[in-house]
């Protein structure tokens, strides 16, 4: 079993849905939960970050964590076309690097 | 965010040259970098994982030898892919921290996607 699992899409949906993806893991040590976006050919860029379990809102972009389920959720409100991109889910390692899911590629249609 | 500068963001070699690619963190000192690997389609893979002043570690399967990492300054880390070989071609990225102490936060550089002909 992969330490961090991430069905990597492709998920469409029309502009305005509400977006949600998620990851599961193995790991019960992880304590930091990141959630990057990267477009193509570009680096990833952190969208979220949450500490431990519980809820973290930031404008459209709201992150949960169930670390009692090992499952985090980045979800999305009025997603816009500029949304469209691959988010990957990431944990931090015990030597501070990241762990990270295969990324779900989302599009969302004007 | 914290800046993390990468260059070059793309380069094409002959096979059996050898790359340098840069990582710079611009606006904050890195005590760590570390450098992935990401092939189509895939996730973003660990190399290595480089602390100012010594040597860099690195994870199972990755050659050292192959992939020399020069972290010299708080500032700059380096990659040199040696004798590179068609199959080396790939996207690579660094990222660096800690921006702030205890936390998850590190932040990537634009990537250099390595062409080997």
């Known amino acids: 079993q992969k330490e961090v699992e991430q069905d990597p899409g492709p998920l469409s949906v029309p502009e305005g849905a509400i977006v949600s993806l998620n990851c599961t893991y193995s790991?019960?040590?992880?304590?930091?939960f990141m959630w990057y976006r990267q477009y193509s050919r570009k680096g990833p860029e952190l969208l979220m970050y949450?500490?431990?379990?519980g809820n973290k809102e930031d404008g459209r972009f709201t992150a949960q964590v169930d670390k009692s389920s090992k499952y985090i959720s980045l979800f999305i409100r009025d997603s816009q076309p500029s949304d469209s991109a691959t988010y990957l889910c990431a944990m931090k390692g015990s030597q501070g690097n990241l762990i990270f899911g295969k990324g779900t590629k989302l599009s969302v249609k004007p | 965010g914290a800046v993390v500068s990468q260059h070059p963001s793309r380069v094409i070699c002959k096979s059996g040259t050898s790359v340098k690619i840069e990582c710079r963190s611009l606006d904050f000192q890195a005590t760590t970098m570390f450098w992935y690997r990401q092939f189509p389609k895939q996730s973003l893979m660990l190399m290595a994982t480089?602390?100012?002043?010594?040597?860099?570690?690195?994870e199972q399967g990755v050659e050292k030898d192959k992939f020399l990492i020069n972290h010299a300054s708080l500032t700059l880390s380096t990659l040199t892919v040696t004798s590179a070989h068609p199959e080396d071609s790939s996207f690579y990225i660094c990222s660096a921290g800690p921006v702030a102490p205890n936390t998850g936060e590190l932040f990537f550089g634009e990537g250099s996607r390595l062409t080997v002909l």
């Open positions: 480089s602390n100012e002043g010594s040597k860099a570690t690195y």
């Open positions: 790991n019960s040590a992880f304590q930091y």
């Open positions: 949450t500490y431990s379990s």
